[in-house]
């Protein structure tokens, strides 16, 4: 895999990861944030139907008895209806000894009103209950008789007569004391309803975070291009080309004083250590090759397999050739018998000596035109970092 690859793999993960950590907080927060809301809204109902009801309550002096809608309790209970219209919220008025059969307590507002009834300070109450998958925000506010209330839920023989003709005497909606718990506000509404908005702020807020998600990524893959995948291809590639066409010359510009910035810096010290070796190669190359051309005796200087590499003026008369016929040629096709030279390189490699190597010892050439002659030679071994090379001198002996 490549670094980039792998970079980029590892910088999305770790990104991806934060951005779904950070998503899912700010989403269980904004759960937090919007239930919090509904309960305020569910209080706020509640209050207002208690302000109602009490402000009826102190105010309708006997008006209710000629019209029953202005009982404070139907009233109240109308109008908040009229005011949640529309909305998922729902309101009831609620008591364990309730007059209207509308207003009996479910299950989970029985044993919430049992519970109340039994704390000397009844407090609001919220819970969040599911019933058949069907989770809803249920709020309760308590409410305690006061003085007012009693005109028509203390004792029977006090309460006007429009409410002891619909509720008889033994009924058990009366008798209330004051401060004593009558019922409660309940209101109702289902989550789904309440987290609907938040479905579509995280809709939106997914939206932007991941186009800042993909921003980010994009960003960082460039810096990292730029800081340091750039710099490294770049002597990745300085040293490719180095191998392909063994040019010292090449240097690569110093992207800056990091790590990266020391890798070509050595990297440059080793092209110019390079390039000053091949040159000092080269210059005494030159120097061999003028040396043995103002020598007095042909000279050959030959690889392991025979081939010619060096040869000067004289052993281009010796053999009938120029340089560039014989370069390239093999020595073995010069030699009346090669088969003795052959043994002694082989020799050479194998014992690490050979009795043809430095001694003068006599053989017999042929020329370009396949004339023999005599000569003495003398081969001598230059042992370079790559290669062995044989160099024979020789000397006519007869011509
Ligand atoms: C003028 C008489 C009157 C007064 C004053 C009055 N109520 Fe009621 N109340 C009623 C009647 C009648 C009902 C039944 C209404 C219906 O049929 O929906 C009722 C119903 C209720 C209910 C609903 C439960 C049920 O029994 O059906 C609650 C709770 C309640 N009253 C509390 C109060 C409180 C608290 C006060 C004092 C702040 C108060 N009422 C003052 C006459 C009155």
């Known amino acids: 895999m490549r670094i980039t690859t792998k970079l980029t793999l590892i910088i999305s ?44 309550s102190r105010s309708e002096q006997g008006a209710s008895h000629n019209n029953f809608a202005l009982v404070p309790q139907v009233a109240a209970t109308k109008i908040a209806t009229r005011i949640t219209e ?39 109450h919220t819970r969040v209950t599911a019933e058949n998958g069907d ?18 839920h203390g004792s029977f023989s006090e309460a006007p007569r429009f409410v002891q003709e ?20 309940s209101v109702s509404v289902p989550m789904r309803e309440v987290y609907r908005s938040i479905d579509n702020n995280l809709l939106q807020e997914l939206a932007v ?51 990266i910035g020391h890798l070509v810096e050595s990297f440059n010290e080793l092209m110019a250590e390079l390039e000053r070796r091949t040159r000092q190669k080269a210059e005494s190359d030159e120097r061999y090759r003028n040396f043995i051309e103002i020598a007095q005796s042909p000279i050959v200087t030959f690889l392991p397999d025979g ?17 560039e016929e014989l370069l390239g040629q093999n020595i073995c096709d010069f030699m009346a018998t090669p088969d003795p030279l052959k043994a002694g390189i082989c020799d050479y490699f194998e014992a690490g000596s050979s009795s043809l190597i430095g001694t003068t010892s006599r053989q017999t050439v ?25 160099t024979a001198i020789l000397r006519t002996t007869s011509k």
């Not at 364990?96 to 039994?118: G, H, S």
Request: aromatic share 8%; proline share 4%; with cysteine.
């Open 135 to 152: 989770e809803q925000l249920r709020y309760l506010l308590p409410m305690r008789a006061d003085q007012s209330c009693l005109n028509c």
């Open 13 to 56: 993960v770790l990104l991806i990861a934060l951005f779904v950590a950070l998503g899912w907080n700010s989403y269980r927060y904004e759960q937090q944030l919007i239930l919090e809301q509904a309960v305020d809204k569910a209080r706020i109902i509640a209050r207002q139907i208690i302000e109602t009801r009490d402000y009826l």
């Open 366 to 390: 042929r020329d370009v035109c396949g004339r023999l002659f005599d000569v003495e030679m003398v081969i001598s071994v230059s042992q370079s970092d790559r290669d062995a090379m044989f």
């Open 166 to 185: 619909r509720f008889p005497y033994g009924h058990s909606s009366y008798n209330y004391r004051a401060g004593e718990l009558i019922g409660a506000i």
């Open 209 to 259: 975070e991941s186009v800042i998600l993909l921003l980010l990524l994009a960003l960082t893959g460039l810096v990292i291009h730029r800081a340091i995948l750039r710099p490294v291809s770049n002597v990745a590639k300085g040293i490719e080309e180095v191998a392909s066409t063994g040019n010292f010359s090449q240097r690569i510009e110093q992207p800056g004083d990091d790590e």
């Open 86 to 124: 529309g909305s998922p919220y729902y309101i009831r008025q609620i008591s364990l000894r309730n007059r209207n059969p509308e207003n009996r307590p479910d299950a989970y507002e029985m044993a919430e009103l049992q519970k109340m009834a039994l704390s000397p300070t009844p407090q609001e």
């Open 307 to 323: 081939k010619i590499v060096i040869a000067n003026q004289k052993a281009e008369k010796l053999f009938g050739l120029t340089k």
